[in-house]
């Protein structure tokens, strides 16, 4: 792996001007949903990250996601509550990715989640904001770099997934003709939660940024009608953006799919200030930059399946082309289209990562 050609200082002011599109940057901002655990360990294994680090620090584990996330050029470290999980079932198999998951790939079962009717409901054994721990954050508020921010991440506003998870996605479609109050019970309970935890989250003054995240499509369109999305997902996501908005914070969503039936909601009614995850066979980031770049920021966008089968002269062309279309007046972050998955080879992720440094607006 070769190392980046330039130094790049973070600058979380910087990144959230650029965000709330004010003005061409002085550089480019990256920003990911995350980079799957297995990239950063051989990251940090390649370029010496771990070196001086006591392995039995109780904070050892954030104390490297800082090293590594300041190598890599980012301006924030990801973080949410401690403790936040939802029983769920599941089914695994075999990782055959390059670097490989040693304890394989784990899917939901999209047939029969743990909440099926109301005794499952009342049963289910729901998380409480009041249980869970804001160490994580208590540490990154006090040692974090003065020029690095804290984006609030993790199981947090997953109303569209979590329904799909808890009830299972053949469920849903049954239960959104035959069992609608159910459905309301959940997404109700949903959104006391996640209004909860944010409300802890928010109390962070170095938490700069809100980032939502609601896989609502596939390919060809939304996962569920976008009348039962405006009826059951979309009012707890505006919620959360009134949240954020109220304490000065703009509001990202992360959203995989097929999205345009519902764009003009989650702009006009939920409020969204950034919009990630883009892939070519949907929406080019370049050409959604044409029709809403003027609105809102858009996130990312270089496209997975591209990363990972093209090479390295490709990787850093196209690059550069997304930032001469996205870049001008702002609203654009340099980084891939969903995740930095552990198949995704690093050398092109990295070289994604030096190109937008070499880049000058």
Not at 247 to 261: D, F, I, N, S, V
Not at 342 to 351: F, G, M, Q, R, S
Request: proline share 4%.
């Amino acid at each position: 792996m070769k190392k980046f050609s330039l130094p790049i200082k973070p600058d979380w002011e910087a990144l959230v001007a650029c965000i709330r599109r004010r003005g061409t940057p002085q550089r480019v901002h990256f920003i990911e949903l995350y980079l799957d655990k297995e990239i950063q360990s051989a990251i940090v294994e390649e370029f010496g990250l771990l070196n001086g680090l006591d392995a039995t620090d109780r904070y050892a584990d954030l104390k490297r996601q800082v090293r590594l996330q300041r190598f890599l050029g980012y301006d924030y470290i990801r973080q949410g509550v401690d403790g936040l999980n939802f029983p769920l079932r599941s089914h695994k198999v075999a990782d055959t990715a390059a670097h490989q998951r040693a304890a394989g790939r784990e899917f939901v079962d999209e047939s029969r989640g743990p909440i099926t009717s109301w005794e499952e409901f009342e049963k289910y054994p729901w998380p409480r904001a009041e249980d869970l721990s804001t160490e994580s954050l208590e540490w990154l508020e006090a040692n974090l770099p003065d020029d690095m921010c804290i984006v609030v991440h993790g199981k947090f506003a997953h109303f569209a997934e979590f329904l799909n998870w808890l009830m299972g996605y053949e469920t849903l479609c049954y239960a959104l003709y035959d069992q609608r109050d159910l459905v309301h019970a959940i997404t109700d309970r949903l959104e006391q939660l996640f209004a909860a935890v944010l409300e802890r989250m928010l109390a962070f003054p170095r938490v700069k940024l809100i980032w939502g995240s609601d896989d609502m499509g596939f390919r060809g369109g939304t996962l569920i009608s976008p009348a039962d999305l405006r009826e059951f997902v979309l009012p707890g996501h505006k919620k959360m953006a009134a949240m954020a908005h109220a304490a000065g914070r703009p509001y990202l969503l992360h959203c995989c799919g097929q999205r345009k039936e519902i764009m003009e909601d989650l702009i006009n009614d939920v409020q969204i200030d950034a919009v990630h995850s883009f892939e070519d066979t949907i929406e080019d980031v370049r050409e959604a930059k044409q029709r809403y770049g003027h609105r809102i920021a858009l996130l990312g966008g270089i496209d997975l399946d591209f990363l990972c089968r093209s090479d390295e002269a490709a990787v850093r062309a196209r690059v550069r082309d997304t930032l001469d279309k996205c870049l001008p007046g702002g609203g654009y972050c340099l980084g891939t289209g969903n995740s930095v998955a552990n198949y995704v080879p690093i050398t092109n992720y990295l070289a994604m990562l030096d190109e937008g440094r070499r880049y000058r607006p």
